[in-house]
């Protein structure tokens, strides 16, 4: 089983919906999550870095976190085609650059005009 | 300037050739990483590096080989490219606070 399971997709939505990415994990010391965006042919970038349980929020953007249930996830409000990418979860146990992150597989979004 | 450059950006090779992925950093970050990607498995570390002196084999290290010739550079070699090496391949730095940078990553076919 993997630490972090997060679906596949493809998640195909109309602009201006509302958007949900998650993702489940089985290490309980996992305690900073991050979301990356990564476009076609290009490196992941660093959407959302959040801490423990509880939300956090930019722009369009909303990062929830649920330790209790062990699963995070990525809201986007008012969607836009220039959304249309992968998105990855990753998180780790330290918050330092010792500890590696665990990556989920990411999930591929298309918001259609 | 991209603050995470790699090169080359796209390769094709054969089979039992030896090739190397270059990784230049201008974020000034010791924390260094490669990793690759495929689908269904999603990013994978191959290795990693906390300073010139320190390397370190990540997940699916057999098959590659690094070498962190300064600060700024952490290059990745297949010493016999095989076919299941065939990937996209990412070059990664870290800042002391935990955020992860990425360069644009190098496609990279085995025949």
């Known amino acids: 089983q993997k630490e972090v399971e997060q679906d596949p997709g493809p998640l195909s939505v109309p602009e201006g919906a509302i958007v949900s990415l998650n993702c489940t994990y089985s290490?309980?010391?996992?305690?900073?999550f991050m979301w990356y965006r990564q476009y076609s042919r290009k490196g992941p970038e660093l959407l959302m870095y959040?801490?423990?349980?509880g939300n956090k929020e930019d722009g369009r953007f909303t990062a929830q976190v649920d330790k209790s249930s062990k699963y995070i996830s990525l809201f986007i409000r008012d969607s836009q085609p220039s959304d249309s990418a992968t998105y990855l979860c990753?998180?780790?146990?330290?918050?330092?650059?010792?500890?590696?992150?665990?990556f989920g597989e990411g999930t591929q979004l298309t918001v259609n005009p | 300037d991209a603050d995470v450059t790699q090169t080359p950006r796209n390769r094709i090779t054969k089979t039992g050739k030896r090739i190397m992925l270059e990784c230049s950093q201008t974020k000034g970050h010791d924390r260094m990483y490669w990793y690759r990607q495929d689908p269904g498995l999603g990013l994978r570390l191959i290795y990693y590096s906390f300073d010139v002196k320190d390397i370190n084999k990540g997940e699916i290290s057999d098959g590659y080989s690094v070498s962190r010739q300064a600060q700024a550079k952490f290059s990745l070699s297949l010493e016999s490219a095989i076919p299941n090496q065939t990937a996209l391949y990412f070059c990664?730095?870290?800042?002391?606070?935990?955020?992860?940078?990425f360069g644009p990553g190098t496609r990279l076919t085995v025949t």
């Open positions: 290490n309980s010391a996992f305690q900073y």
């Open positions: 959040t801490y423990s349980s």
């Open positions: 990664a730095t870290r800042s002391l606070a935990g955020e992860q940078y």
């Open positions: 990753a998180m780790s146990a330290v918050k330092t650059s010792g500890s590696r992150l665990t």
